[in-house]
């Protein structure tokens, strides 16, 4: 493999609508929903439900998926003519056109204070044993060392998957499962031998080895970030689920298809980093699987998205899943850049040649060529910068081929400067000379230094890996924000963790061609590296609490999340500003404090229909309950409402002072008994927005005891368009917090 770009990671987060088929006789595919009649009785098998299933079809060979626990119905290619014909049958329910989803270490564990610096793990939180994660992804490399079962128990004997590698590859301790669902292409035909879910990407074996790969001495990516590479959850078993191909296009019915046989084969926690635009819930096939896994007791993680910092852009917004932000570690592979009137920028760079560079410097903007400053491909033809550090701005190009075209016109070196957009988060590449991507801060200051000399100078120096650097965590830039459109009282995202400039495994050798024999690992930064961090912690708190729901587990993970970052200030955003709850969620995760939490918001299934029930018409409902449910008055919970562990409410821009909003939430005792836990309330000064909290106490006097509370939100007229701020329980031993939200805006 070439050099690696991160850059191209962000954009398969961006994503495209299918077109649906209009023409009558053009084959589309579909979800098509089906409820069963009344006196309708399947028999013990599966094949019992794929032949009523086949029933409604013209021939054989149209049906690509028969659901079995996470939808009541089946996938299949129809013309529209044939769709009509369907829709009259005796048990439809609904159609939908199939869409394509995209997918979206060594330190973070200790970043997350899971391993003690001597590389130990923190036995309060232990490793994950006995937990089944299950990822659907782009496949794995099941030869790689992360996935090692060597020392680990076989998996519960609850697991009922299968392992589609010939030969030993699942070694039924660490992978224990693997199979492909892609119904086109590489799919495997009826009847014929099922495909090896081999990953052609690189980015499931990534994601896998981040949740729960086994510890890798000696992990490093072209000699940067040196140390022994371990998953979250690192004694965890791991089932692959193949469902995106080589490009990390995602078909909708593949993935409905993977989580279906999740739910079967026995999985504790999914993690899933892919998404779509928002769209219903009853549209959403994603939506609808995992309502069905949250519903049997399974924990999702899912990706927030790559569409940031745009207000709005969340992906992933029901309630049952976790939607996992990104943010970074404590770690720089040092590129710094010092001017010749001695100011010095930190940046970055996975190429560190032994020795730094100085020369002149130039910015390529000068250059009266178009759009020359993103230093493209012939852009610095005829421009002298011969034995010269070329200062360029990202943009356009992958930085590593902006190197490439300073290379081939002779410059000694390169700056890349972040736009505005991207602000302070830089990115470690296997550039082809010197270099060092530097702040958008840094960038300005540099072109300042270039206009007040005739002769700007710089050197390039090389630091190598560096721990310990502030301020961390800072939200990136490319994480999505909230707030959460379809449902605004579900505050949105819930967490955040380590995303930006990730190592873990990796399929292929990285960099130039060499003869290197190690185990191959890369750095990559998305949404998609966080979301696999939150599954390992889902598992680390599984397997310590194996009864716990998964609203309780997420429940867990938000109110013990950190608000401040190492050094005790607020956590940053990507321009240094205080993030706020749209690009933070509840947090920073902290592994530790999430295994013994205190307080947990606990929401059941029938919670979730009625929070549906309060936003969809019965039929679309039952849709995504599996069953039919008819929506009474009575039935319907507000979004606010729901017993969620944030709350997020809003006014009309016009209020004025009326009655307070009072939302209510239920908490239940998991920690100590006797415990007495004290309110406080933590909003701006001179807001808005009065606070407050109904009873003054809670006291528990036994375990798994239950209590309700009263937020009463009052509002004033305000000019202000959002308030923000949380509500902490506090007892001797425990801080349960919870974020609390308020926005005016119109209805």
């Known amino acids: 493999m070439g050099s690696f770009k991160l850059s191209l990671l962000f954009p398969l987060l961006t994503f495209l609508l299918l077109a649906i088929v209009t023409a009558g006789d053009d084959l589309g595919t579909y979800v098509i929903h089906v409820q069963p009649q009344d006196d309708h009785l399947f028999g013990t098998t599966d094949d019992d439900r794929k032949a009523w299933h086949q ?116 070694n039924g301790h660490k992978l224990i499962g693997a199979r492909t669902f892609i119904s086109s292409g590489n799919g495997s035909a009826p009847g014929a031998a099922p495909v090896p879910p081999i990953d052609g990407h690189g980015h499931g074996t990534h994601t896998s080895s981040t949740a729960a790969g086994s510890a890798v001495p000696g992990a490093q990516v072209l000699g940067q970030g040196n140390g022994a590479a371990s998953g979250i959850a690192p004694r965890a078993h791991l089932a692959m689920y193949k469902v995106c191909d080589e490009n990390g296009n995602c078909a909708g019915i593949d993935v409905l298809a993977g989580i279906d046989a999740a739910v079967s084969d026995g999985c504790d926690v999914l993690s899933i980093s892919l998404g779509f635009p928002p769209r219903p819930f009853y549209n959403d096939s994603v939506a609808i699987g995992t309502f069905a896994a949250a519903e049997k007791g399974i924990f999702v993680s899912m990706a927030a998205g790559n569409g940031g910092p745009r207000n709005s852009s969340i992906l992933n917004e029901a309630p049952w899943m976790l939607t996992v932000a990104a943010s970074t570690m404590d770690r720089l592979i040092s590129a710094k850049v010092i001017l010749g009137d001695n100011l010095s920028f930190d940046g ?71 736009q505005f957009l991207e602000g302070y988060i830089t990115f470690p590449d296997a550039h082809v000379l010197p270099a060092s991507q530097v702040s958008y801060a840094a960038g300005v200051e540099i072109k300042n230094y270039i206009n007040s000399t005739t002769n700007p100078t710089a050197t390039i120096s090389f630091r190598g890996t560096v721990l310990g650097t502030s301020p961390a965590p800072v939200i990136t830039y490319f994480s999505s924000r909230g707030p959460n459109v379809h449902s605004p009282g579900i505050l949105k995202p819930d967490i955040t963790g380590p995303g930006v400039n990730v190592i873990a495994a990796w399929p292929f050798q990285v960099g130039p061609p060499s003869i290197d024999l190690r185990p191959t690992f890369n750095i990559l930064s998305g949404t998609s590296m966080s979301t696999p961090h939150l599954a390992g912690v889902a598992a680390l708190i599984k397997s310590k609490h194996p009864s716990w729901s998964p609203a309780a587990m997420k429940s867990a993970i938000m109110t013990t999340a950190d608000v401040t970052d190492r050094s005790g200030t607020p956590i940053l955003d990507e321009q240094h500003k205080a993030a706020d709850l749209f690009a933070v969620g509840a947090g920073h995760v902290n592994p530790e404090k999430a295994v013994d939490p205190g307080l947990i918001f606990d929401i059941s299934p029938d919670d979730y229909i009625g929070y549906l029930c309060g936003m ?30 944030s709350v997020s409410v809003s006014f009309p821009p016009t209020w004025s002072a009326g009655p307070p909003m009072s939302v209510g939430r239920t908490v239940t005792n998991v920690g100590e008994v006797p415990a007495v836990y004290y309110p406080e309330v933590d909003m701006p000064a001179d807001s808005p927005v009065t606070v407050t909290v109904i009873p003054d106490k809670l006291l528990f006097t036994e375990a798994n005891q239950v209590q309700k509370f009263i937020i009463d939100v009052e509002a004033k007229n305000s000019s202000t368009t959002a308030v923000q701020g949380a509500i902490r329980w506090v007892s001797v031993k425990h801080t349960a917090r919870i974020p609390i939200s308020v926005t005016f805006a119109a209805h």
């Open 348 to 418: 970055e760079s996975l190429y560190q040649p032994d020795n730094s560079v100085e020369a002149s410097l130039v910015y390529a903007g000068a250059s009266s060529t178009y759009l020359a400053q993103f230093c493209g491909n012939g852009s610095l033809d005829g421009f002298h910068v011969k034995d010269k550090i070329v200062l360029c701005d990202v943009g356009r190009y992958s930085p590593v081929d902006m190197g490439a075209e300073v290379l081939k016109a002779g410059g000694a070196g390169m700056i890349v400067g972040n």
């Open 616 to 645: 969809y018409k019965s039929e679309e409902v039952s849709v995504i309950a599996r069953r039919a449910v008819n929506c009474s008055a009575d039935m319907a919970i507000p979004d606010y409402q729901l017993n969620y562990p």
């Open 55 to 170: 029933s409604f079809l013209p021939e054989h060979g149209r049906l690509l998926h028969s659901y079995h626990h996470v939808a009541s119905g089946f996938a299949a290619r129809l013309t529209r003519r044939e769709l009509e014909a369907v829709s009259a049958m005796p048990g439809f329910v609904a159609a939908v056109p199939d869409v394509t989803y995209h997918v979206q270490t060594t330190h973070t564990p200790q970043f997350l204070g899971l391993d003690t610096a001597l590389g130990v793990r923190n036995l309060s939180v232990g490793s994950g044993e006995g937990v089944i994660i299950g990822v659907l992804d782009t496949g794995v490399f099941p030869d790689h060392p992360s996935f090692s079962g060597f020392g680990m128990m076989p998996p519960p004997a609850k697991w009922k998957g299968r392992c589609d590698f010939n030969g030993s590859a699942c």
